[in-house]
């Protein structure tokens, strides 16, 4: 599986930007999709999680309630919708695939995106 993010930016606090993970390879729709941020001088973190089918999702708590990850498994694309944006979501957003994952465990993920960088100004 390639993953290839886009759909970063710089915006200010309060707005909105919705990022996208394109993935390439027919078993798109049998993996775990997450989003990771890594800020300057900061470890990776986890944002959000999707199971294969959609219906079960999870959220770091920093973003619970501004933040949405959703997937369309026919265009083999899984969404981070970002509202409410704060100062303290800057950083490089990436999205991974893995299966039987622990969600929020960097390594447990076997294929990542490049990257895609958020900048948010107070």
């Known amino acids: 599986v390639q993953l290839q993010a886009s759909g970063g930016g710089l915006v200010q606090a309060g707005d909105s930007l919705r990022l996208s993970c394109a993935a390439s390879?027919?078993?798109?729709?049998?993996?775990?999709m997450a989003w990771f941020r890594q800020a300057p001088g900061r470890e990776r973190e986890f944002v959000a999680v999707?199971?294969?089918?959609?219906?079960?999702?999870s959220y770091a708590d920093s973003v619970k309630g501004r933040f949405t990850i959703s997937r369309d498994n026919a265009k083999n694309t899984v969404y981070l919708q970002m509202n409410s944006l704060k100062p303290e979501d800057t950083a490089v957003y990436y999205c991974?695939?893995?299966?039987?994952?622990?969600?929020?465990?960097?390594?447990?993920?076997?294929?990542w995106g490049q990257g895609t960088l958020v900048t948010v100004s107070s």
């Open positions: 991974a695939a893995g299966s039987r994952v622990r969600i929020s465990v960097t390594w447990d993920y076997a294929y």
């Open positions: 999707i199971v294969w089918s959609g219906g079960s999702t």
């Open positions: 390879g027919r078993t798109f729709s049998s993996y775990t």
